[in-house]
């Protein structure tokens, strides 16, 4: 997968460009390389889904992206379950996101919910969002928070 991280960095940082989701450093993707998973076809990665595991035992899905003409096969659904499959296999229950496409995330039955039910997410990310001056829902977040609980 090291060799996927050029191509991973590009799918994510062209998306940011567009504003659907934040930027990403090369030493931010090598450092959490585990937990990415990539859609290819051949050797060219046309899809990326990542998640980062908080200290109150959630998941949180990040950097999902494709490239856009391979967007509505269902890529970013199956890369959204791969990350579920591999958060339940470590015993995580809750899973969340800041996404500005909920229905991806709701296709996987995630439920839009309230920025209060991020608290942790907000107060180390978000604060330091360049789109955001005062957090969630101030008027430059683009995002929706979205979380799946499992029993």
Do not use: H
Request: glycine share 10%; proline share 3%; net charge positive.
């Amino acid at each position: 997968m090291l060799k996927d991280v050029k191509q991973i960095l590009d799918i994510i940082n062209l998306n940011a460009k567009k504003g659907t989701m934040l930027p990403k450093s090369k030493k931010e993707v090598l450092g959490m390389l585990a937990n990415y998973s990539v859609a290819a076809m051949g050797n060219k990665v046309i899809g990326t889904c990542g998640f980062k595991i908080w200290v109150d035992e959630s998941i949180e899905i990040i950097s999902l992206a494709t490239l856009k003409r391979f967007q509505g096969q269902g890529i970013g659904a199956r890369l959204i379950q791969e990350s579920l499959e591999r958060g339940k296999n470590l015993g995580l229950k809750r899973f969340f996101a800041m996404t500005v496409a909920p229905k991806v995330f709701s296709k996987a039955g995630f439920e839009v919910v309230g920025y209060d039910r991020l608290s942790l997410k907000i107060w180390v990310d978000c604060s330091d969002c360049p789109r955001n001056a005062s957090g969630p829902g101030d008027k430059d977040c683009n995002e929706q928070a979205v979380e799946l609980l499992l029993d």
